[in-house]
């Protein structure tokens, strides 16, 4: 399962506290991506990245946050802003940058986050 | 953005049986159609894709078929096996921006029975 790893696999905590995980790539990608799953739901995009230092908002933005600062990593912060943050959360990658989205996108195991 | 229409929601098929699973594009300048699987609990992997200028591809027991005119495409699995049961997803992108995102439909839960 190498390539793209997030960790932890399951993650619990306490409601108004904020939490970050993890999303690693060693694959050379230019652009990855976070999104959430909820049953129902399909994937639907939080934020992506294209390059290092840039990001863009998805579709359900709002309570979360990302940074950019390495090519390999992309962690996302779940914020205590976030209404309903217990869901599981998919990290992606694909080795198109700017050019459009052409290419297979590369999944890692998932986080589970279970806020009480 | 895109907006990609999934159906049907759930699918039941016995062995043997052919199963489809249809989705809809708005966007007539999308240019790529990528068909996920994802068993429970992992991580959806690409299974099959097509691109614009071809109508259909297929690789051994799955094929997708492409109508641009009509803006639709398909997940055809022929010769169904239980190991077929898992959620698939179609995908496109804007294909009229140069931001690299895939646009999702929400996922048909197949079920193949014994």
């Known amino acids: 399962d190498g390539g793209i790893t997030q960790s932890p696999k399951y993650l619990f905590r306490k409601e108004g506290q904020n939490v970050t995980l993890s999303c690693e790539q060693n694959l050379n990608h230019d652009a990855m991506y976070w999104y959430r799953q909820d049953p129902g739901q399909g994937l639907r995009l939080i934020y992506y990245s294209q390059i290092v230092n840039d990001f863009q908002k998805g579709d359900i933005a709002e309570g979360y946050s990302v940074s950019r600062e390495k090519k390999e990593s992309f962690p996302l912060t779940v914020t205590s802003a976030q209404k309903n943050p217990t869901a599981f959360y998919l990290c992606?990658?694909?080795?198109?940058?700017?050019?459009?989205?052409?290419?297979?996108?590369?999944f890692g195991p998932g986080t589970r986050l279970t806020v009480t | 953005g895109e907006n990609v229409e999934q159906h049907p929601s759930t699918l039941s098929v016995q062995e043997g049986d052919s199963a489809v699973i249809k989705c809809t594009y708005s966007?007539?300048?999308?240019?790529?159609f990528p068909w996920y699987k994802q068993e429970l609990g992992k991580r959806p992997q690409l299974i099959i894709d097509i691109r614009s200028n071809v109508g259909e591809k297929k690789d051994q027991r799955i094929a997708v078929t492409l109508n641009k005119t009509a803006k639709h495409f398909s997940l055809h699995i022929t010769e169904t096996q239980p190991e077929d049961s898992a959620v698939y997803f179609c995908a496109a992108p804007w294909g009229g921006s140069t931001l690299g995102r895939l646009y999702f439909g929400r996922g048909t839960q197949l079920t193949v029975w014994p």
């Open positions: 992606a990658s694909t080795p198109e940058g700017t050019g459009g989205a052409r290419e297979e996108q590369y």
């Open positions: 966007d007539s300048a999308s240019n790529y």
